[in-house]
């Protein structure tokens, strides 16, 4: 069965595997891990340049499926007494293995891949209210996040509701739009948009998301908040406002 394995990682470590540069993880082999399972990346501040005490979550997130697994323990060859004694004065190299070319930039310099992401804008029946998730680091969004390896854009949608909200929703999705900005690390990410109805009374459960310490506060906000601008969701707003009728 598929698992999930959520990992600190220092951001120095979490931009290079951003951006393409480091293809590998190096760790102490204390848990299970085998190909086909997800390893959950959340990015940390740590106090010192060695990553040994973890400061706080910036909020963060990578999800990488696992290929190959090697461990050091299967490796009968580490016990020859020549490649000891190498080992003793120069100690080992990990090699990550990228394309002939370097890099996943074209020659224009930009990051030839996408990252993906589906969010989900809520309203309530009358269209005059609508889902937001307001994060501790001061921020505002709605639900959603990045697609999972195997995944249809309806899966990654119904289980980012269960992750976010803790509800399982089972009501009608359409696609509402799309957007796209570039990260941090120069890929290109896409976001799309889809619509749902929910009920003002239905309860939310547990978070189950990867930073869920991230998300302060799930509340039901009024249209007329979103268009003023008390609630900034960037480029979600104009479409959300389409949806409920104030612009056309």
């Known amino acids: 069965m598929t698992r999930e394995i959520h990992k600190k990682l220092s951001k120095k470590y979490f931009d290079l595997i951003a951006s393409g540069q480091k293809t590998f993880e190096f760790r102490v082999a204390d848990f299970e891990c085998e190909p086909g399972d997800v390893l959950v990346l959340e990015e940390y501040e740590y106090e010192d340049n060695d990553d040994t005490v973890a400061r706080r979550p910036t909020g963060g997130v990578m999800r990488k499926k696992v290929g190959h697994v090697f461990k050091t323990e299967d490796a009968k060859w580490l016990n020859r007494p020549d490649v000891k004694a190498d080992a003793e004065k120069y100690g080992f190299q990990i090699i990550s293995l990228l394309d002939e070319e370097g890099s996943r930039k074209n020659p224009d310099g930009v990051v030839d891949t996408f990252e993906v992401s589906c969010k989900v804008l809520l309203l309530n029946p009358n269209k005059t209210k609508a889902v937001l998730l307001l ?14 390896y195997g995944e249809t854009l309806e899966q990654t949608v119904r289980r980012e509701l269960g992750e976010e909200l803790g509800i399982e929703y089972d009501g009608k999705l359409d696609q509402a739009g799309f957007f796209t900005y570039t990260g941090k ?31 302060a506060e799930r509340k039901w906000v009024h249209i007329d908040d979103i268009e003023t601008g008390k609630y900034e969701i960037y480029e979600q707003k104009d479409i959300l406002l389409k949806l409920a009728g104030r612009i056309s």
């Open 135 to 148: 994060h501790s680091d001061g921020t505002v969004g709605v639900p959603g996040g990045h697609m999972s």
């Open 185 to 215: 690390n120069g890929a290109q990410r896409v976001v799309l948009l889809f619509v749902g109805e929910l009920d003002e009374d239905t309860e939310f459960g547990q978070t189950q998301s990867g930073n869920p310490d991230l998300i």
